[in-house]
C-alpha cells in the first residue's frame, strides 16, 4: 500500500532550527510537495521536490533522497507565526497526491 | 476574489436533509479536487475532476454527488449523511492533474456537523 510518515508533533523554540521528517511508500513517484496549514485555516504550498538534494527558499528548505524514501523540511530562526501544521505529501504514478496525517509545530518563546 | 472560494464555511445538517457545497477559482485551473480532513488524520481525497471530466472517484458513499458545470465552478452535493462524515471538506485547484510539478491551491474549506 501507499503510505506517508511524519511526526505527530514537534516543539521547538523561537529563533531556533527544526527539521521535520517525512518517509514515503508510493506506486511510482512523481514529486514530494510541504504545505504549511495554520489552524482553522486552507493548506498553504511550502515547497516541490522531484530531484535529489535540497531547496532552499528563504528561511525554509526542503531535501529528498528517492532513494532512501525520504525528505525533511528545514525552518530556521523560527517566529512564533511559524506555529502550524507541516503537511508531507507524494505524488503516485497516477499524479495523485497520498498525504501524511501532518506534524503539529509548537514554537515557545 | 481571488483564488479558491468556498461556501459555505459552516454547515450543521440533520441525518436526513440535502444540502450543498460549492467551491469557484479564480485561478484559470484546469483540474479540481474535493478533500475530507478529519482531525489528526491525512487529508483524504474525494473526487477529481480535469476539464470538466471526473478523473477520479476514491471509493466515496454515494451519499456525496459531485459536480462540476465548468472549469471554474465544483460542488458537492450531500445527502443523508452519517455522525462521521463530520469533517473539514476542502476543495482545490491546480493548473493541470497530470503534472508532477504543479502544486494544488486550496480553498479555506467548509466546516461540516452532521446531527
Known amino acids: 500500500g501507499q503510505n506517508i510518515d511524519q511526526p505527530t508533533e514537534m516543539t521547538a523554540t523561537e529563533g531556533a532550527i527544526v527539521q521535520i521528517n517525512c518517509t514515503y511508500q508510493t506506486s511510482g513517484f512523481n514529486g514530494l510537495f510541504w504545505y504549511q496549514q495554520h489552524a482553522g485555516e486552507a493548506p498553504t504550498f511550502l515547497s516541490y521536490n522531484v530531484l535529489d538534494g535540497l531547496e532552499e527558499k528563504g528561511r525554509f528548505s526542503s531535501f529528498l533522497s528517492r532513494s532512501k524514501g525520504y525528505s525533511y523540511l528545514l525552518l530556521k530562526e523560527l517566529q512564533m507565526k511559524d506555529s502550524a501544521s507541516y503537511l508531507c505529501?507524494?505524488?503516485?504514478?497516477?499524479?495523485?497526491?497520498?498525504w501524511g496525517a501532518g506534524t503539529k509545530l509548537i514554537i515557545k518563546p | 476574489e481571488t483564488g479558491v472560494t468556498q461556501t459555505p464555511r459552516h454547515l450543521v445538517m440533520g441525518m436526513t436533509n440535502k444540502k450543498s457545497l460549492k467551491c469557484e477559482q479564480h485561478?484559470?485551473?484546469?483540474?479540481m479536487y474535493w478533500y475530507k480532513q478529519s482531525a489528526k488524520k491525512p487529508l483524504e481525497l474525494m473526487f477529481v475532476?480535469?476539464?470538466?471530466?471526473?478523473?477520479e472517484n476514491n471509493s466515496v458513499p454515494s451519499r456525496f454527488s459531485p459536480e462540476c458545470p465548468n472549469s471554474s465552478h465544483l460542488f458537492l452535493h450531500l445527502h443523508t449523511l452519517q455522525p462521521e462524515d463530520s469533517a473539514l471538506y476542502l476543495c482545490a485547484s491546480s493548473q493541470d492533474q497530470g503534472s508532477g510539478s504543479y502544486e494544488q491551491y486550496f480553498g479555506p474549506g467548509t466546516r461540516l456537523t452532521v446531527t
Open positions: 475532476y480535469s476539464l470538466e471530466e471526473r478523473v
Open positions: 485561478l484559470g485551473h484546469n483540474a
Open positions: 505529501a507524494a505524488k503516485d504514478s497516477n499524479y495523485q497526491l497520498i
